[in-house]
Each structure stands twice: as C-alpha cells, then as structure tokens.
C-alpha cells in the first residue's frame, strides 16, 4: 500500500529511536569517551562557529547601507546554517542525538524567483538565526566545558563519568533546542510554497490544454464552416442545389463544433456538477467508463465548489485509468463525509498493480491533491484489483448572493 500526504516535511523532534541513555557509572566506557571527547572538542568547535557568526554579522550589518551589505548578510546566514549541519552530525556521532535536518530555506533557489527575493527569505530564515544564537551561547559553554573535563581527567577522575554526563545532558538540550527544525509553523510553510507550485504549474498545464483543444478542435472546424458558408454564398445564385448540399455539410459541422465546445466546457467544469451535485456529475461519468460501475454518494449536503470540482476530476481521472488499463469487470464509486473531510474511494476487480512512481497519472494525481492538504492512498496488489481513497477537507460551501 502507498501513501502520499501533502505533507512531505520534516519532523522537529527528535527521532524515536535515539539512543537511550544508559545510567552513569564510575566506568569509563566507550559511550563516556565519546562524550568526553565531545566536550573537549567542544572549545575548537565553538570558537571557529563565534568568529565566523561575529564576523558575518557584524559586517553585514555594517555594510547594509550598501548595495552589498545584505546580500553578504544573506550569504553568511547560509554559511552559518551549513554550521547547524556539521553541529548536528556531530551530535549524532558523539551524543546520539538524532534530529531531522530542517526543511531548506523558503525561496532558496535564487534563479527561479528572483535574487531578491532570496536575499528576503534567507534574511528571515528562522534556522539560520537560531544556528546563529547556538554559535554564540557555545564559545563560553566551550571554554567551561574544556576547562571542567580537563581538571576532571586529572583531579576528579572517580567522578568524571558522572560530570560528563550532566555536561553532554546539557548540550543535547542545546542541540535539540535551538539545532532542531522550527516545529509545525516552519514545516507547514515550506509545504504551502511546494503546494502553491503545483497548483501554479498545474493550472498552466491546463491552459495549455484548452488553447490546444480549441486551436485544434473547434477553432479548425469553425474557420472551415466559415469557409463553406462563404462559398455557398458564392454559389447561391448559380447553383442553388449544390449551394444547399454545402449548407447541409455546414450543419452538420455546426453540430460537430458545438458538441466539441459542450466536451470542452465539462472538461472545465462540468454543468451538471454547478446544477445538481456530485451525485449526479459521478453517475455521468461513471456510464462512460469501460466497466460497470456502481456510484454511491452519501451527502446530506454539498462541499464548497472548489472541492467538488476536486472530488469530480479526481473520480474522472481514476475512472479513465480503470477503462485505459485496470481490465476491470466491475468498479465502485463511493463519496461521503466524515466530520471535516470528504473521503472518495475508487475500486475495481482488475488486474492491479498499479504504482505511484514519479511520472505517472497517479503520482500526478496525488501532488494535485497534496496541494489541498488532500490524501491519497493506493492499494494495488497484482492480480486483485486497485483500491484508491482520497480525502480531502470539506470546507463549507458559501451561500450565492
């Protein structure tokens, strides 16, 4: 079974399977030396992070007056979160202390929305700071911790598993404190913008689509019919026969252009879905797919129309894969709600195996509904069918004036 949550991100915490602490003993273990070797390292460490982070402050600051003042600042802040990285790797290697790397800085592909709006975004990335706020606090905890596992190694050696132990302790409330990612507020950001790309390059994929269908479509048929008529005008007068036979034609392709127009406009939005509700819209398009397909929606009432047109083109594009390649006897619609969700599942008893690798119409599907803070889970063994569940929020629908 493969799940697909908006929610790509990382996690704050810290991973559930961190080493455990043992109890401290008067042993020297090898886990002890590690961290005495932590603490020790500690001063070096602390004292490069203080210049760099003193330096890049204080120079961009005083040059923020000039065109190159911030820009230098935002540089150094990347600079300084590269510093957050090595501190938590070397956490993990000397305290066993896990914690997820942050979610890259919002805006951090300078070509793609503009070098100032990086300078902006790196300038307010929270982790950069608070990297930088550990820098600082460090330098005199590096000198205090220097200073006590070295008089500990040759005067309070008995004791120094035990000091060792509440200094690391101390340093791991650091680390997780001020090196971890900026809990939900920061994941949720990073999510939004991910989303709002998907739905900024979904939307012009299907502009591209409906300029492609008209140019292609109806538009060709009606310069032709144009045409037609142009030359049935010509012939009205000298042979009214055949200027009939090409009105006749011309009719026809009327007809033809109108019924192209009809599919292009359901492909938008369908008319049925506005005038009568997803019960509705999902039994027409359930009669054009391949198999047989049951359609059951249990709503009392209706979903804001922004998520009905989700829910739609979601069951339209499940149902298209089913005709297209499930093999599938028969197949199940079924749409209802729980509490602020509207949950969608799609079953057939084809020949399964379908896969939500990148590139592919599910993968494609689920990244749209991820942009909605939907979930998609497809279950699709080989050889007994495909069960796919959607949910997405309800959202009330808001009254017409």
């Given at each position: ?143 205090l911790t220097f200073g006590v596992i070295m008089v500990g190694l040759f005067v ?128 027409s398009i359930s009669a054009r797919c391949t198999a047989p397909v049951r359609v ?106």
């Open positions: 079974m493969t799940v697909s949550r908006t929610v790509p991100g990382t996690t704050s915490r810290a991973s559930a399977d961190e080493d455990p602490l043992p109890p401290s003993s008067f042993a020297l273990d090898r886990r002890t030396w590690k961290e005495i070797a932590h603490l020790l390292i500690n001063l070096p460490v602390a004292l490069i992070g203080f210049v760099y982070v003193a330096f890049t402050i204080s120079v961009g600051a005083g040059l923020s007056v000039t065109v190159i003042g911030l820009p230098l600042l935002a540089f150094g802040l990347a600079g300084v979160r590269m510093l957050g990285r090595w501190e938590r790797a070397r956490a993990r290697a000397m305290l066993g202390v896990r914690i997820d790397e942050p979610s890259p800085p919002l805006g951090s592909r300078p070509l793609r929305k503009g070098f100032l709006h990086w300078v902006r975004r790196s300038l307010l990335d929270p982790v950069a700071w608070r990297t930088a706020l550990y820098c600082f606090i460090r330098l005199p905890w590096g000198v309070l050696w008995p004791v120094l598993p035990f000091i060792t132990r509440a200094l690391t302790a101390a340093d791991r409330v650091m680390v997780r404190g001020l090196l971890s990612p900026s809990d939900e507020l920061e994941r949720r950001i990073a999510e939004l913008e991910s989303d709002r790309g998907v739905v900024v390059d979904t939307a012009a994929a299907d502009l591209r689509r409906i300029e492609r269908d008209l140019h292609d479509g109806a538009q060709a048929r009606l310069v032709a019919l144009a045409m037609g008529l142009g030359l049935a005008k010509e012939k009205l007068l000298e042979d009214p026969e055949a200027a009939a036979a090409m009105v006749d034609e011309a009719h026809g392709e009327v007809k033809i252009a109108l019924q192209e127009l009809r599919d292009l406009a359901r492909g938008i939005h369908p008319a049925v879905l506005t005038d009568r509700g997803l019960g509705a819209a999902l039994s059951s929606v249990e709503l009392t009432e209706r979903p804001a129309q922004a998520i009905e047109g989700i829910a739609y083109f979601t069951v339209s594009e499940l149902l298209q894969n089913i005709s297209k390649h499930a093999r599938a006897t028969s197949a199940t619609v079924e749409v209802w709600r729980s509490a602020d969700r509207l949950l969608i599942q799609v079953s057939d008893d084809g020949r399964g195996g379908a896969r939500l690798d990148a590139g592919t119409g599910m993968s494609g599907l689920a990244e749209r509904l991820q942009a909605v803070d939907g979930l998609f889970v497809l279950d699709s063994s080989e050889g007994k069918g495909t069960t796919v569940t959607v949910e997405v929020p309800w959202r009330e629908r808001v009254a017409q004036p």
